[in-house]
């Protein structure tokens, strides 16, 4: 009798054991947060002993700004798509940021800006590549996606439709600071550039976020790269490369050497892996930009968030402008690399 009473108590013991086991590695039980977002400034050079402590502190303020402005956004059940837009807006009025306002300026001495923007829940996307006069382009990328039939539309063509559309138009030099203003005659000078403490730096800006209905969304602006010529475009206004969502695995945002990012189409291929290989957010996006990235030479990052509310901001640069908020309480702010 005492044997059977001893072998029950050790299988009860072996029960419980390998039930509590299972809760700890499923990552089912994990409670997902109401709402969440990420967000990015840039991706480049950004060094702490060189970077004078008032213009640090400029920077996480404008990103924490950005995140309050999502915030009011996804904790009074607003959806995704608003939150991306709203956040990105605020990023774009930021001078200290290559999107709209600020921008880096092209051989001719004009702010030329690209956005893109795609919702997780229909997979729905809206581009604008080379406007000029549009206030807002993360706003023109959402027109196309919400009333068009397009998915990119490029120069005065894109200026035209949003116009038409009532948005907000300025002319170029609204978007241009004296800041670029003078990084430009530099240029053209052929002068010896002044000690920057946020030197190569890729400045494109991008959201990307999860809503109480459990849709994502994500978006994409910048200025592109300093003096481009030819009507370059990178990688921001191109989905699958610089911006991509999906409710079924994750939404992200790129920011970095956009030929890279294009050929390798990197804001898809974090998904791809996902979805096919099942791997978690974290281990797709520092797969991409910590190895296959670092192998062709490509710099950057990306931001970005799962259907559960995981977040991943991996950057194979020494810095980049990051950050996240959740309904949790969890609210981050960074720059460098070790923080």
Partial sequence: MRYIYLLLILGLMSFSSCDTSNAQENPKNKKRPEWALVIHGGAGYMSPDKMEASLDKEYRDGLAEALDAGERVLANGGSAEDAVVATIQVME??????????????????????????????????????????KSPIAAARLVMDSSKHVMMAGRGAEVYAMSHGLDTVPNSYFITDRRMDQFNRKIND????????????????????DKEGNLAAGTSTGGMMFKEYGRV?????????????NNTCAVSCTGHGEYFIRNVVAYDVAARMGYLKESLKDAADYIINDKLVQIEASGGLIAIDKEGNVAMPFNSSGMFRGYRKSTGENYVGIYKDE
């Fill in 93 to 134: 009025a930021n001078p200290r940021f290559n999107s709209a306002v600020g921008a880096v300026l092209t051989m001719e001495g004009k702010a030329e800006l690209d956005a893109s923007f795609m919702s997780g829940n229909t997979r729905n996307s809206g581009a604008v590549a080379g406007v000029t006069n549009l």
């Fill in 191 to 210: 002068l010896k550039p002044k000690p920057d403490p946020v030197k190569k730096k890729y400045g494109t800006v991008g959201c990307a976020a999860l």
């Fill in 234 to 246: 990178g990688d921001a206004p191109i989905i699958g490369a610089g911006t991509y969502a999906d």
